[in-house]
């Protein structure tokens, strides 16, 4: 009986998938865009876990001198950090630090706790104006961790914007001579510090892409902003490009960048009807996930 | 042939088998698009630790069941169970065929669907089933004669017909 029912089965898998198949489409285009895509947020998050590690080891390491300082104009030291001679790339074309910015006062109102949509909407309204966006995820421990990413089109370029706020006694930033030494992929290193005690510090790394054969063929760019205040509340806004080629750059400029992290609405309170309204934002993607995540070992969603 | 285009290649020969799976295990075929096409991202994203050719497929199709199955705990697809099947069709006439047995499917819990699917339309061993599933083979027994059990009772006679060889 058993038999003959699998038999049944199997004649019955056949005629069902026989019947009405569509054609396949760009499912292989689609499937690689989103590859691509998928890849590309993974490096990014890994990257950014991988900067906020490198920030709490290196807290407390004395100043070594900026490299920045050291470099010709126009070059810095690129991947491939150890004893051995580095590569050198060129920071991308029209790139530089910005001066200082001076965070606007906090509005005033009523503050509640902040929420996973609060940060994404926030993350979009500090966004430039002239931005398409798309994938929009967030997540949210109210005074421990909260982050959130999208995915921005803009006549820049086209990758990624993603900010974390850190926890309220979070580590001092790394300084810019153990950011260069200690890590071979960052090209760009400038901190200071603002009236009110708010610390600045802009870095801007740089990763080859190429094909098996090691060539390689364009530069994934993470231009990134993080701001510490005096209430101790960290905030660091990254954008980095997708499908590194020789023009492709992140979709924010570093003034961008530092403007978006700099933001005073960054907070674990938010206004009250500016949280209220967020409600509605709708999360298009999965929330952003930790280091831990970042490299499965097998198959998996 | 870089990284790239070795990708393309094997997912223009495996998407149509894939996307097959995908429809018994989704029900549909927009469904099926989607998690195909997710899961060939995922592979792309894998694609420079895993082997060529046989040993990516089963990565391919391990991902496609993976997908499938968080997509249902996350509660993504609605399912709702069926009593019997309302308009069961005189003879396995294709299309009514397909409806009686989509919607037989449907009935099923997604992990006793994916088990009917791994066995009886991708022909794979019990063993094979339950590294797939990450469950033991018996788990995989007990599921596939309930499963069967099942839709004897919803289909009935359309069952006892298709029992005749193609």
């Known amino acids: 009986m058993q038999d003959m ?38 490096r990014l998050q890994a990257a950014s876990a991988c900067l906020a590690v490198v920030a709490v080891l290196a807290a407390g390491v004395p100043a070594v001198a900026a490299r920045l300082d050291q470099a010709p104009p126009g070059t810095m030291p690129a991947t491939g950090g150890g004893p051995g001679p580095r590569a050198r790339v060129s920071l991308p074309a029209g790139f530089h630090m910005v001066p200082p910015v001076v965070p606007a006062r906090i509005p005033a109102g009523r503050q509640v706790p902040v929420t996973a949509k609060s940060v994404a909407s926030l993350l979009l309204a500090v966004l430039p104006a002239d931005q398409r ?21 803009t006549h820049q370029g086209t990758g990624s914007v993603l900010v974390q706020m850190g926890p309220p006694a979070g580590s001092r930033l790394q ?20 009236t009110g005690g708010t610390e600045v510090q802009e870095l801007v790394s740089a990763t080859g892409v190429g094909s098996d054969n090691q060539v390689v063929q364009g530069y994934s760019y993470v231009f990134a902003a993080t701001v510490r205040r005096a209430d101790g509340v960290s905030v660091m806004v990254q954008a980095s490009n997708y499908v590194p080629g020789p ?4 979709p924010l400029t570093m003034a961008q960048v530092v403007h978006a992290a700099a933001d005073p609405r960054w907070s674990w309170a938010m206004d009250s009807a500016f949280v209220a309204h967020a409600q509605r934002v709708r999360l298009t993607a999965p929330a952003p996930r930790d280091c831990a995540q970042v490299q499965p070992a097998g198959p998996r969603c | ?14 998407g149509p088998r894939l996307r097959r799976t995908a429809y018994l295990l989704c029900g549909d075929w927009h469904s099926a698009q989607d998690l195909t096409q997710s899961t060939l991202a995922k592979v792309f994203v894998a694609w420079h630790r895993i082997n060529s050719g046989e040993g990516a497929y089963a990565y391919a199709h ?40 989509l919607q037989a ?33 018996g788990n995989v027994k007990s599921q596939s004669s309930r499963a069967l059990d099942r839709l004897r009772a919803l289909l009935g006679d359309t069952l006892t017909e298709l029992r005749v060889p193609d």
């Not at chain 1, 019955?12 to 989103?34: C, H, M, Q």
């Not at chain 1, 966006?133 to 909260?146: D, N, V």
């Open chain 1, 247 to 250: 023009a492709s750059l992140p």
């Open chain 2, 1 to 14: 042939m870089d990284s790239t285009e070795e990708f393309i290649e094997f997912a223009a020969a495996v």
């Open chain 1, 175 to 194: 300084s810019c001579g153990a950011a260069l030494a200690g890590d071979g992929a960052i090209i760009g290193c400038k901190d200071y510090a603002l």
């Open chain 2, 105 to 137: 499917l449907a009935s099923l819990t997604p992990k006793a669907r994916a088990v009917l699917v791994l066995r009886y339309w991708e022909d794979r061993s019990v063993d094979q089933v339950a590294a797939m599933l990450g469950c033991s083979a």
């Open chain 1, 5 to 42: 029912d699998e038999m049944a089965v199997r004649s019955a898998f056949r005629r069902v998938v026989a019947a009405d198949e569509p054609p396949i489409g760009a499912l292989v285009g689609e499937a690689l865009r989103a590859g691509l895509r998928l890849r590309r947020r993974r």
């Open chain 1, 133 to 153: 966006t798309s994938y929009l995820a967030a997540a949210s421990q109210p005074g421990r961790s909260a982050a959130a990413s999208v995915d921005v089109d």
């Open chain 2, 62 to 101: 391990r991902t496609l069941v993976n997908c499938y199955l968080a997509g249902k705990r996350k509660g993504k697809h609605t399912e709702f169970p069926v009593g019997g099947v309302p308009d069961r069709p005189s003879g396995p006439e294709t299309t009514e065929l397909r409806l009686v047995m």
